[in-house]
């Protein structure tokens, strides 16, 4: 488990090679990004909205922005996914998760902006999101959604997640995983920042 370092958030981005060859960023979202993730917030489609947030909404209101962009808060993170599209830095997706250090379970949600949907992206930032939980230590990974969001529902699946009912909303479905990820297998910046903290203490 790691104690992360916010004063350095920067440490903690991935590049990720996609299936179509190429490239996806995940990064901390940054203060900096308050206007841009608005911006993506607003132009997804109303159902990729409502898939996300499990509610109507047209955008993100000003104190979830402000959550959103204030990382490590509470034990709650935000991540984008970019992309370089004509020389631009471009948000293309984004996750938010929380760890609860006493159960070590780490609860997501993500999106991808409509334009991409379909192209491996949901599924890269998914296990770069098993590896960030692998990091803090998490043994269970999770999330809910609609019942009716076959999209997430199989994604989930190709990803090895079981499904049971959520609790307290029957429009609703959980998908779980436990997490086992070895090092070597999933390589993630969080998790080499924890496994050299644990060679560092332990070599003190
Ligand atoms: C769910 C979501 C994140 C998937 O992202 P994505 O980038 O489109 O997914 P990928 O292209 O990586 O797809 C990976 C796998 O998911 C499954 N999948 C993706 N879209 C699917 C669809 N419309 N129907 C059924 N399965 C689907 C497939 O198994 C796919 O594998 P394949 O490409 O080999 O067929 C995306 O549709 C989204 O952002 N939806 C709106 C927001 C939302 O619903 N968030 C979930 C709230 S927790």
Not at 26 to 37: H, K, M, N, Y
Not at 75 to 99: K, P
Not at 102 to 115: C, H, V
Request: net charge neutral; aromatic share 10%.
């Amino acid at each position: 488990m790691i104690a992360l370092r916010l004063n350095d958030l920067r440490q903690h981005s991935d590049i990720l090679r996609l299936r179509s060859g190429g490239s996806l960023t995940v990064r901390f979202v940054e203060p900096r990004d308050a206007q841009g993730l608005q911006g993506y917030f607003r132009s997804l489609s109303v159902r990729s909205r409502y898939n996300r947030f499990l509610g109507a909404m047209s955008e993100l209101p000003r104190t979830q922005l402000d959550h959103f962009i204030h990382v490590g808060e509470d034990d709650r993170f935000s991540v984008v996914a970019t992309m370089l599209v004509d020389g631009i830095e471009t948000v293309v997706g984004e996750a938010r998760y929380a760890f609860e250090p006493d159960t070590a379970s780490f609860e997501f949600g993500l999106s991808i902006d409509d334009r991409w949907q379909g192209q491996g992206i949901g599924e890269g930032l998914l296990k770069n999101l098993e590896c960030r939980a692998a990091a803090f230590g998490a043994k269970r990974l999770f999330g809910d959604t609609l019942r009716s969001n076959a999209a997430m529902i199989g994604l989930a699946r190709k990803s090895g997640f079981a499904f049971l009912p959520s609790p307290g909303d029957w429009k609703l479905v959980r998908f779980e995983k436990h997490v086992d990820v070895a090092p070597q297998e999933i390589a993630c910046a969080s998790w080499r920042l924890a496994a050299e903290q644990i060679t560092h203490q332990a070599a003190a």
